[in-house]
């Protein structure tokens, strides 16, 4: 049994949409909390205005009632509340009357460093919008949604996760951070970073060395590689290790089974040994620059720039946000997948019993 996740929507469409299956009966959720974990996406020292714009407020469609799963598949929904100024260019249907409002003409100018010109080529589109609404990170406002939920089944069994920034623009601290964003803002330039999330509270066993796509370092990795704009991930001291002798890169384990040190991340071979789970994302500079790079119009052939739209000069605290919820995904899909349970009883007794059976924690 695991749990599963498809989610649907276009930057300046209607909505967003996820349906998570797999959840267990008997999960209750706090729409106040998840709104949190959506206001928390919003927020950062570097967000375009359109986060001025949006109100994220999840809406259930099915799956939940007075507040508790069913059982059954959990549909959640984010409405773009900026899709009023693009109603007519991004109508689902053919739209009718005279074009008005944005998204009216065709997108001829792809960004270097977007899915603009490899998704235009891939889908045979001959207008670059059809590509970058769906490779928005817009859409990372419904994994965050997705994301508060796992975290509400994973409080059940007393593993708490968190993001947070660890460096924007090369700074490691607030004022540098603002600083650089200033400074990229007056250059109308973009910043990139690197964020980490450390789940507290993981028993040892969850994941898998048997085989390649059990292994939960490996589904970590994908799930933060899948969030716009990551282009590196590491786990525990990372790449740091690869310069370490053997006797300086590994956790000594301890009578009880603990660790002294924490260079693994929490992670061996694929499964969680019982320390705190450290993973890092690094982001690139956006690629939405208010000083547009070249690039080629692809109507005409002719060199030109790339399309200007409106952008964050940096999103590294959202993405603390998004990489929190991605990880809290996958470790609740290895939750589901060792401890089982149609109801949320069923899995917490199966939890419980786990760590008896391995006398988890460990006395100290």
Not at 132 to 145: G, I, K, P
Not at 147 to 160: F, N, Q, R, S
């Amino acid at each position: 049994m695991t749990l599963s996740l498809v989610t649907a929507g276009e930057s300046h469409g209607p909505a967003l949409v996820a349906v998570l299956s797999g959840l267990p009966a008997g999960l209750r959720l706090d729409r106040a909390a998840i709104d949190d974990d959506l206001r928390r996406r919003r927020q950062g020292y570097g967000r375009s205005p359109r986060q001025r714009i949006e109100r994220d407020e999840v809406e259930v469609l099915a799956g939940l009632r007075h507040g508790v799963t069913l059982g059954t598949p959990l549909a959640l929904l984010v409405r773009n509340r900026d899709h009023q100024s693009w109603s007519w260019g991004m109508s689902p249907w053919p739209p009718e009357g005279e074009p008005v409002g944005k998204g009216t003409s065709p997108v001829t100018l792809p960004r270097p460093g977007h899915a603009d010109l490899a998704g235009t080529l891939k889908y045979g589109h001959d207008d670059v919008r059809n590509a970058l609404e769906r490779a928005s990170a817009r859409q990372t406002a419904v994994h965050v949604a997705a994301g508060a939920v796992a975290k509400a089944l994973l409080a059940e069994i007393g593993v708490i996760v968190t993001g947070r920034v660890l460096e924007i623009g090369g700074e490691r601290d607030e004022e540098g951070w603002r600083r650089a964003t200033d400074a990229a803002r007056k250059a109308r330039d973009t910043l990139g970073g690197v964020v980490e999330v450390v789940a507290e509270g993981v028993p040892p066993g969850l994941g898998s060395y048997a085989d390649k796509p059990d292994r939960l370092d490996a589904r970590l990795a994908a799930a933060l590689m899948g969030v716009q704009a990551v282009k590196g991930v590491e786990i525990g001291d990372g790449f740091a290790l690869a310069r370490r002798r053997g006797s300086e890169a590994h956790d000594e384990i301890e009578p009880d089974g603990r660790r002294a040190t924490n260079r693994a991340g929490g992670l061996e071979a694929g499964v969680t040994n019982g320390e705190p789970l450290v993973v890092r994302a690094a982001m690139k500079p956006l690629p939405t620059l208010m000083r547009p790079l070249r690039s080629v119009d692809l109507a005409s052939g002719e060199p030109a720039t790339a399309l200007v739209e409106r952008s964050d000069v940096q999103a590294v605290e959202a993405l603390a946000v998004v990489a929190e919820a991605a990880v809290a995904w996958e470790l609740a899909r290895a939750v589901r997948e060792k401890f089982g349970g149609d109801a949320l009883v069923d899995l917490v007794a199966a939890y419980r019993a786990y760590r008896e059976r391995i006398g988890w924690p460990p006395a100290r």
